[in-house]
């Protein structure tokens, strides 16, 4: 948990002194001026893991595969996720920042920060990937995971349709509903333990 908070003290920082800067804009457009067209199809693809239908879709799949094994997580993740979800598009409507004004790969409705995809797949992959290894007794699927949400983040830039500061600020947030889910973990445990309906 200590390097979670740590990553996410990072990301905010970093957010923080570009924002401060006023450089979000000047990064933006040489990150996505500058992209590989070659990749474009690659990216458009891969964002659709960063997007509320799929990891919703994902969330009920894996929540059902592990709910015999471990009952708090199958409700935990989910729960967490979607609280994740909701928090970001209430941020969208409190700052209501618009989207680059570029020709974006994608269509995107809504405001541009923080960043959904970024918030919820930080947040969601990484309470898999702890609840894996937890289990599974291995760090790969950290690795796998972290690689995956890094790839997401980039996507939005590259699809020109979110800010570098949008990006990390969501990475960011979604790692901060992590830590709060893990915290929220062993009371989890004790509702299961004392509701019949469970």
């Not at 992209?35 to 919703?56: E, H, N, P, V």
């Not at 894996?62 to 199958?74: C, E, G, H, R, T």
């Not at 990006?167 to 709060?180: A, N």
């Given at each position: 948990?200590?390097?979670?908070?740590?990553?996410?003290?990072?990301?905010?920082?970093?957010?923080?002194?570009?924002h401060?800067?006023k450089?979000?804009?000047?990064?933006?457009?040489?990150?996505?001026?500058?992209?590989?067209?070659?990749?474009?199809?690659?990216?458009?693809?891969?964002?659709?893991?960063?997007?509320?239908?799929?990891?919703?879709?994902?969330?009920?799949?894996?929540?059902?595969?592990?709910?015999d094994?471990?009952?708090?997580?199958?409700?935990?993740?989910?729960?967490?996720?979607?609280?994740?979800?909701?928090?970001?598009?209430?941020?969208?409507?409190?700052?209501?920042?618009?989207?680059?004004?570029?020709?974006?790969?994608?269509?995107?409705?809504?405001?541009?920060?923080?960043?959904?995809?970024?918030?919820?797949?930080?947040?969601?992959?990484?309470?898999?990937?702890?609840?894996?290894?937890?289990?599974?007794?291995?760090?790969?699927?950290?690795?796998?995971?972290?690689?995956?949400?890094?790839?997401?983040?980039?996507?939005?830039?590259?699809?020109?349709?979110?800010?570098?500061?949008?990006?990390?600020?969501?990475?960011?947030?979604?790692?901060?509903?992590?830590?709060?889910?893990?915290?929220?973990?062993?009371?989890?445990?004790?509702?299961?333990?004392?509701?019949?309906?469970?």
């Amino acid at each position: 948990m200590k390097l979670i908070i740590i990553i996410s003290i990072i990301l905010l920082t970093l957010a923080t002194i570009i924002h401060i800067k006023k450089a979000d804009k000047q990064y933006f457009r040489f990150l996505n001026s500058n992209r590989y067209k070659s990749l474009d199809t690659f990216f458009i693809f891969l964002t659709q893991f960063g997007a509320l239908w799929f990891i919703g879709i994902f969330n009920v799949i894996f929540a059902y595969f592990i709910y015999d094994i471990n009952q708090k997580w199958a409700y935990l993740i989910p729960i967490i996720t979607f609280s994740c979800s909701g928090s970001n598009t209430l941020l969208k409507y409190i700052f209501k920042r618009k989207r680059p004004n570029v020709k974006a790969l994608v269509i995107e409705n809504g405001y541009s920060f923080p960043s959904g995809h970024s918030m919820v797949s930080s947040c969601f992959y990484t309470l898999i990937a702890i609840f894996l290894s937890t289990v599974l007794k291995t760090n790969i699927f950290i690795i796998i995971t972290s690689i995956l949400i890094i790839l997401i983040a980039y996507s939005r830039i590259h699809l020109g349709v979110h800010y570098p500061v949008d990006i990390l600020t969501g990475l960011s947030l979604g790692l901060i509903f992590t830590i709060i889910g893990l915290k929220t973990l062993p009371y989890m445990e004790i509702l299961l333990n004392n509701n019949p309906f469970f």
